[in-house]
């Protein structure tokens, strides 16, 4: 079974400061990677994805993926409060038809 | 389009009732999902559906039944429920192609 771990915080952060969110996974075979934020009382949203080593920039967003390490970060420069969320970390199953979730990393961002 | 819908939005249930949670999607999505999210938890796999007539267990199937007579609907069915199954039960929906699954607005179950 396929794990995905991250750190359930709460991250709190300053408007305007950059906040790291890590996650690792425990499949060496897994490939695809997906940031997914969501808001209380809400549902999930996809807002960052990641397939290949190295960073992926949208906007203040920015996903790292080192494979050798089994690890993906989520960065959100300039940070507003309408960040403040939970980010959840999600790789796909063994057999490539679903998504594994992590616990998700919330987030605080203060004015 | 509606994307995915998802009917009740809230429930209270009696120990060893039963209830069928709604799950529709008009957007031919082929893959169906139902996560159940508890308090400060991430989103846990209960079933999936890749097309009609095709169900899989996920990570968390027990006391759940689902099934998939058509491409547009997902029904998920609680027989006789358990306090432990009181959660907030997540719909979503992908085409076979994608890979970013869309969710419906959630239930939110309590069993007492």
């Known amino acids: 079974q396929k794990e995905v771990e991250q750190n359930s915080g709460p991250l709190s952060v300053p408007e305007g400061a950059i906040a790291s969110l890590n996650c690792t996974y425990s499949?060496?075979?897994?490939?695809?990677f997906f940031w997914y934020r969501q808001y209380s009382g809400k549902s999930p949203e996809l807002i960052m994805s990641?397939?290949?080593?190295g960073d992926k920039e949208d906007g203040r967003f920015t996903a790292q993926l080192n494979k050798a390490s089994q690890y993906v970060s989520l960065l959100i420069r300039d940070s507003q409060p309408s960040d403040s969320a939970t980010y959840l970390c999600?790789?796909?199953?063994?057999?490539?038809?679903?998504?594994?979730f992590g616990k998700g990393t919330t987030l605080s961002v203060s004015s | 389009n509606a994307g995915v819908t998802q009917t009740p939005k809230f429930r209270i249930l009696k120990i060893g009732q039963s209830m069928t949670l709604q799950c529709a999607q008009d957007m031919n999505h082929n893959y169906m999902y139902w996560y159940r999210q508890d308090p400060g938890m991430g989103l846990k796999l209960i079933y999936y559906s890749v097309g009609a007539g095709i169900t899989d267990k996920g990570e968390v199937p027990n006391g759940y039944n689902v099934s998939r007579s058509t491409t547009e609907d997902f029904p998920l069915r609680l027989e006789l429920a358990a306090p432990s199954q009181t959660s907030v039960y997540f719909c979503?929906?992908?085409?076979?192609?994608?890979?970013?699954?869309?969710f419906g607005p959630g239930t939110r179950l309590t069993v007492t």
């Open positions: 979503a929906s992908r085409i076979r192609q994608g890979y970013e699954q869309y």
């Open positions: 999600a790789v796909f199953n063994q057999a490539g038809t679903a998504l594994i």
């Open positions: 499949d060496r075979g897994s490939q695809s």
């Open positions: 990641i397939y290949s080593n």
